[in-house]
């Protein structure tokens, strides 16, 4: 067990989940779980995925964002997209009064922190350097932190290690750069694609609190590239096969989809291209 942050003794339930960019075709996520089983034989294990564009720390913090809510509380997430490995950035955990983030200060945790903030305050969020070498590998390779450092460290805390055993306690994270959606110069709102699903659907950084803000209701015009798509629709059966649609996605963002097809495809766009929207007749 653990003490969480604002005193309340919190109980890791077992459950730990994996999020990183090494791809299934060689044995790295294989290796961290044998790690993490070794220490820990009755964790369980739940593959969120590990198709992370690599080296990506914005589609990581998005993704962790979309999940970690759904799993009990007392959960440990453990998320290793690390550009920087080998280098002086730091390995943290960060713990809430519900679950316990572990990953590379890189900015991969930047959406979960703020959330936690904004949900509990300061007070009840603590983060942790992992700085003590008791809980790493004996062997510590400079390229594979998340086998050496990360896997056995999350394994020891699901096992009744203390947070507070794990290193220094910091004041905060590395927040990453992550764009927020602008008003452009004739109006409306510009945002970008942040991802694309394994559908072929543009997720965007806009949300409904920006809409709202920028007073744009369903009957908005979303433009991209060369094309425009007229209104807001609720699923993707309200156009037609084949048909543009943008609406509310499950994640809360605005999303841009082909009705049984990829709108990424469709219109030559991925991560990082510009997405517009404006009131209906006001373009």
Same mark, same amino acid.
């Given at each position: 067990?653990q &003490? ?6 919190? @109980? ?16 790295? #996520? ?14 369980? &294990? /739940? ?11 914005? +589609?990581?913090?998005?993704?962790? +964002? ?10 440990i997430?453990?998320? /290793? #997209?690390?550009?920087? %490995? ?14 316990t983030?572990?990953?590379?200060d ?12 904004d949900?509990w ?5 603590? /983060? ?10 004996t062997? #510590? ?11 056995? %460290? ?8 203390? *947070?507070?055993? &794990? ?5 905060? @994270? =590395? $927040?990453? $750069?992550? $764009?927020?959606?602008? %008003?452009?110069?004739t109006?409306?709102?510009?945002g ?10 543009? @997720?965007?950084? @806009?949300?409904? +609190? ?30 037609? *096969?084949?048909?543009l ?9 605005l $999303? *841009?989809?082909?009705?049984?097809g990829?709108?990424? +495809?469709?219109?030559? =766009? ?6 517009? /929207? ?6």
């Open positions: 067990m &003490l969480a942050a604002d005193g309340e003794r919190m @109980i890791h339930n077992g459950v730990i989940t994996l999020t990183t960019d090494f791809g299934i075709t060689d044995s790295y #996520v294989g290796t961290m779980k044998g790690v993490m089983l070794r220490i820990a034989p009755a964790a369980r &294990l /739940v593959d969120i995925t590990h198709a992370i564009r690599p080296q990506n720390v914005q +589609q990581a913090a998005y993704i962790l +964002q979309t999940f970690y809510g759904y799993f009990p509380p007392g959960t997430h453990l998320v /290793v #997209v690390d550009p920087g %490995v080998g280098s002086q950035r730091r390995a943290i955990a960060l713990s809430t009064p519900e679950a983030f572990v990953a590379p890189n900015g991969v945790l930047t959406y979960a922190w703020r959330d936690a903030l949900r305050g300061a007070s009840a969020c603590a /983060v942790y350097e992992l700085a003590d070498p008791r809980f790493w590998l062997h #510590v390779s400079h390229t594979f932190h998340g086998r050496d450092i990360f896997a056995p %460290v999350v394994a020891h805390l699901a096992a009744g290690a203390s *947070l507070d055993a &794990l290193g220094p306690r910091l004041a905060s @994270i =590395v $927040e990453a $750069e992550l $764009e927020q959606p602008s %008003v452009g110069r109006g409306g709102l510009i970008r694609i942040i991802h694309v699903d394994h559908f072929g659907n543009c @997720i965007t950084n @806009i949300m409904p +609190q920006h809409l709202e803000e920028a007073r744009l209701n369903d009957k908005l015009s979303v433009r991209i590239i060369d094309q425009r798509i007229m209104g807001l629709q609720h699923t993707f059966a309200d156009v037609p *096969l084949g048909a649609v943008a609406l509310i996605g499950s994640s809360s963002r $999303e *841009l989809a082909v009705r049984n990829s709108a990424a +495809q469709t219109l030559g =766009v991925g991560p990082g291209d510009i997405v517009r /929207v404006y009131g209906a007749g006001t373009e």
